[in-house]
């Protein structure tokens, strides 16, 4: 009898755990499926998110949403320095351009996604407000002029691709913070 209701009790708890927070995949699933964004490509957010360790660890949106900002930044900042290399290297005035124009978005980037790391201890919804304006008056441009030059190169069209992923991703997990 008293096993019985220690299996019981340790049951229940069990449970409990397993409702007080989702499984990772469950919350990258929610993080990546709830954009609102038309087009958006949800298979690659979560092949993206699933692919690193901390967005995959992740048990609540809270932490998903610091896992995605951070991972966003290691990202940006590693493209924003292919930039560098690219503007420095030469090349056609216009593609020289558009690479700049872009580290100047990716700067614009990290520093806003730094900012919503910090809002997001004190105030979620101004940390969703950061991320929001940094994917739409930031990147818009950059994307705009890589389609405007026709630029082809791997790293710019992945790296632009998976920081709005990061982008939107975050400030769907920010929303559902609770």
Known sequence: MYLSKSVSILFAILVFSRCASSSPSSLISAACSNTDIENFDVKSCIQILESD???SSAQNFRDLSVAIMEAGIANATLTRAYLV??????????STGVFRQCKLAYDNVIVNVEIALSDLKVDPPTATYDLGLVANDSMQPCIAAVRRANVTDGIVLTGNKSVLIYLYSAVAAVDRIK
Do not use: C, F, H
């Open 53 to 55: 360790n901390k967005t």
């Open 85 to 94: 290399k690219k503007s420095s290297e030469g090349g056609s005035n216009n």
